[in-house]
């Protein structure tokens, strides 16, 4: 069975600071990994996704995530968080054909 | 394009009685999921339809159900309702993971229920 850990529950920053969401996965296979992102009020939403290829992927808002398939890892950057980063951030892993399995979350404040 | 539209999107129940949720998918994804998400706990898989057939089933217990319909549209059924089902219901749609697919999910806006 597949898993997702994410080892922040909650983040504090100022703004300008940089972020760095840890987020590990558990699958014997091929997955692909996503990270979503649930702003206050509004609907989950994709931040960027790996498929194949390029470890490195780039998404929405600035944000990246390095797929680190040795350490089952895809954490997830920002060098230069703002106010309007507040929100909650899920880390979700698919193996195969199986269902999107997600995270807990971790919320992230961040203060003007 | 419409997005993932939930129906009802509030709703207040009485412990012992039954609700049922729907989700009408983006148009052309034939492939919805349910999760329930509670503070703390984030998103707990329920189930994942395609082409009317349950794919996959998470470990909740028999009083949660749902179905799909021949137009993809998908209707999930909570019975005996208890008060630890107090949750935001979101359903999601996606693409088969074909034709280079990663059957990314496309959220709707969730129903909240309160059981009292």
């Known amino acids: 069975a597949q898993s997702v850990s994410q080892h922040n529950h909650h983040v504090i920053l100022s703004e300008a600071a940089s972020l760095e969401l840890g987020c590990n996965y558990s699958y014997g296979g091929t997955v692909n990994l996503f990270w979503y992102v649930q702003y206050p009020g509004q609907h989950l939403q994709l931040l960027l996704k790996y498929f194949s290829g390029d470890p490195l992927v780039k998404g929405i808002k600035g944000f990246e995530a390095e797929f680190i398939k040795s350490k089952f890892s895809f954490n997830l950057r920002k060098p230069s968080v703002q106010w309007s980063d507040t929100a909650e951030y899920f880390c979700a892993v698919r193996g195969g054909y199986q269902k999107v399995t997600f995270g807990t979350g971790t919320k992230l404040q961040v203060i003007p | 394009k419409a997005g993932v539209t939930q129906t009802p999107r509030y709703l207040i129940k009485t412990r012992g009685q039954q609700v049922t949720l729907s989700c009408s998918p983006i148009s052309g994804h034939r492939s919805v999921s349910w999760y329930q998400q509670t503070p703390g706990q984030g998103l707990q898989f329920l189930f994942e339809?395609?082409?009317?057939?349950?794919?996959n089933k998470g470990n909740f217990p028999g009083r949660f159900s749902g179905r799909q319909f021949s137009n993809s549209r998908s209707e999930m059924n909570v019975s005996t309702l208890e008060l630890g089902d107090s949750a935001l219901y979101l359903c999601a749609s996606s693409l088969p993971r074909t034709g280079g697919n990663t059957g990314e999910l496309f959220f709707g806006e969730g129903s909240r229920l309160t059981v009292l």
């Open positions: 339809y395609f082409s009317e057939t349950q794919r």
